[in-house]
């Protein structure tokens, strides 16, 4: 029996088996891809690049008093007068803000460059942006150019603005379904690594010093030529090259670079569905043609996944994470820490964005999205809560225990933040078709930014007008709001297809057709029955496969063809309706 399967069945079928009489049969199962180290290589590198880069966020934190005075110095020299205290307020918080400002324009810029260059060579050029932005930073202090330094964060923050959305859509499309939330996983610890490694280079003891302070700054230089290289010798999205550039050879070339052979016919299969169910859309979108804002603004199958993914960006930055990693040293000083005490915290908070994902990496494919953002969202929510009333005790009784407890509390908010955005790229690639994907994932990086950038600039004068407990209210009351929405809108995306996905936001009588169960014929000439399908939408799919099943000590042969799906019975009609469900099931 096994002699009359291909290794494409094999594979499809997971390979599993069991023995009958002496002989091997395969058993229906979950399909298994195999993937190949170039794929994890690519996904870490892709991280380094885009995710990592949010270090150039939390770069300035333990080294603002000796860039303020450095500013200060510089400004001084270009215009002949000092610069006092409220001065210096709103340009160290331009300075802070010029990368968020530089995200926007970079996630603008994210469609044209991915449907354009493709996701391989958009992440090539942002990668080369990066590496300008951070010689730049780097150069500034030996040109003493406070100017040069502010565009150096504005190159920085345009790269990273444009790869975020680059990087999610790449890894996306090269991860088979069971490894997509690994990956994306993976990319926030990347985030979380890049973090930490911003506040370690920037201790006293390192790098956060008046003279070397300029070498911190060009470590993203290192990191992204490494991305540069590595991403360069690969290969190109395979779902890229065959929906939109029309190139199946490229695409099963790029296959075969990030996975086993045995899997690549299987994936071109999964593709060409796709391609069947995105050209059964309505209003004609779908193989590969280019999508319009407007319809993914007022089309229902693209606008409700389109609020979706713009809350969770809300719920994350206004979670005040931005405040937070750009000035939780001056929240730690604020709230009563020595300034040597608030920079070691500042450590472990990144600390935790790096193990918080850790864990996440290891649940995303058992509980699912949803469940970790929600918890993500309620950790954040609550140790806020926290947050306020032990910065309000602090400093109104003067109780040092208090003051201390904010360190906790803030571990904790980091914990909740790093679980929600470990999902937010990885739900939003996955809400879409490849139609929308780019103009989709630009519109939300935009806003992600957009919401980042308002939050960097309002932040400092929001606290010196109403006092530092409540300048956490406006974070806590955007939690519980995005909490409350994505309970009831967010559905569950763990290993669903894209028709299964399209499906439960598509209007009610615009559904793509589905495969309908026709008739079962009784009469079949030496086999049990003929399931007669409808393949609508699986005419270029199904073609022939043949494999064999054994359920309770009966073995059936399955064949299924365009014609219906043949099964036969060595025990009359036994068990067909078991069978029938596993059969369709696949089909489906």
Not at 160 to 173: I, P
Request: aromatic share 8%; net charge positive; charged share 15%.
């Amino acid at each position: 029996m096994e002699s009359n399967l291909t290794s494409l069945q094999r594979v499809a079928f997971g390979g599993a088996s069991l023995e009958k009489e002496g002989q091997k049969v395969v058993v229906e199962t979950m399909p298994m891809l195999k993937v190949k180290l170039n794929l994890l290589i690519t996904v870490c590198a892709v991280g380094l690049g885009a995710q990592f880069q949010f270090y150039s966020n939390s770069v300035i934190n333990n080294v603002a008093v000796e860039l303020q005075h450095w500013i200060n110095e510089s400004y001084t020299a270009h215009y002949g007068v000092s610069l006092i205290d409220s001065e210096m307020t709103v340009l160290w918080s331009l300075t802070s803000a010029a990368l968020q400002i530089g995200a926007v324009v970079g996630a603008l810029m994210t469609r044209p460059i991915a449907e354009r260059l493709g996701r391989r060579g958009g992440l090539i050029t942002t990668g080369c942006l990066c590496s300008l932005g951070s010689v730049l930073t780097v150069i500034a202090k030996f040109a003493n150019s406070f100017e040069l330094f502010i565009v150096g964060r504005l190159l920085l923050g345009i790269s990273l603005g444009g790869s975020l959305g680059l990087a999610s859509m790449f890894v996306s499309e090269l991860a088979p379904v069971q490894y997509r939330g690994m990956c994306g996983s993976i990319l926030q610890i990347m985030l979380g690594i890049g973090s930490t490694l911003s506040l370690v280079a920037t201790l006293p003891e390192v790098f956060g010093s008046d003279q070397l302070w300029p070498v911190a700054m060009g470590v993203p230089l290192v990191t992204s030529l490494l991305q540069v290289m590595i991403v360069w010798y690969g290969e190109e999205s395979p779902r890229f090259l065959f929906l939109t550039r029309k190139d199946e050879l490229a695409a099963r070339k790029s296959l075969s670079y990030y996975r086993k052979q045995m899997s690549v016919e299987l994936q071109i299969r999964q593709i060409e569905k796709e391609v069947v169910i995105d050209s059964q859309l309505p209003n004609g979108q779908g193989s590969g043609q280019p999508s319009l804002l407007k319809q993914l603004l007022t089309q229902r199958q693209y606008s409700r996944p389109l609020l979706i993914s713009v809350l969770i960006a809300f719920g994350v930055q206004f979670s005040g994470i931005a405040a937070v990693l750009a000035f939780s040293k001056t929240m730690f000083v604020a709230a009563g820490l020595s300034a040597a005490t608030a920079k070691y915290a500042s450590v472990g908070l990144g600390l935790c964005s790096v193990l918080t994902p850790v864990i996440s990496t290891a649940l995303i494919e058992r509980v699912g999205r949803k469940v970790i953002l929600l918890s993500g969202l309620t950790v954040t929510a609550g140790s806020l809560v926290l947050l306020m009333v032990c910065v309000e005790v602090g400093l109104q009784l003067d109780s040092y225990p208090a003051r201390v407890a904010t360190v906790p509390c803030l571990f904790l908010f980091q914990v909740g933040f790093a679980l929600t955005s470990s999902i937010i790229w990885i739900v939003v690639s996955e809400l879409f078709p490849q139609s929308v994907r780019s103009v989709a994932v630009a519109v939300v990086s935009f806003l992600f930014f957009t919401f980042q950038m308002v939050v960097v600039l309002a932040y400092l004068p929001f606290k010196e007008a109403v006092g530092l407990s409540c300048s956490y209210l406006p974070f806590l009351i955007s939690e519980l709001l995005v909490m409350a929405l994505l309970y009831k809108l967010l559905p569950e995306t763990k290993g669903k297809s894209i028709e299964e996905i399209t499906a439960f936001f598509a209007p009610d009588g615009q559904l793509p057709p589905q495969p309908k169960i026709s008739s079962i014929s009784k009469e079949c000439e030496s086999c049990v029955a003929i399931i007669h399908v409808e393949p609508v939408l699986y005419q270029k799919v199904m073609n022939y496969f043949h494999f064999n099943i054994i359920r309770d000590n009966v073995t059936f042969n399955i064949h299924i063809s365009k014609e219906g799906i043949h099964y036969y019975s060595d025990k009359a009609d036994r068990n067909k309706q078991a069978v029938l469900g596993i059969v369709l099931q696949w089909v489906k």
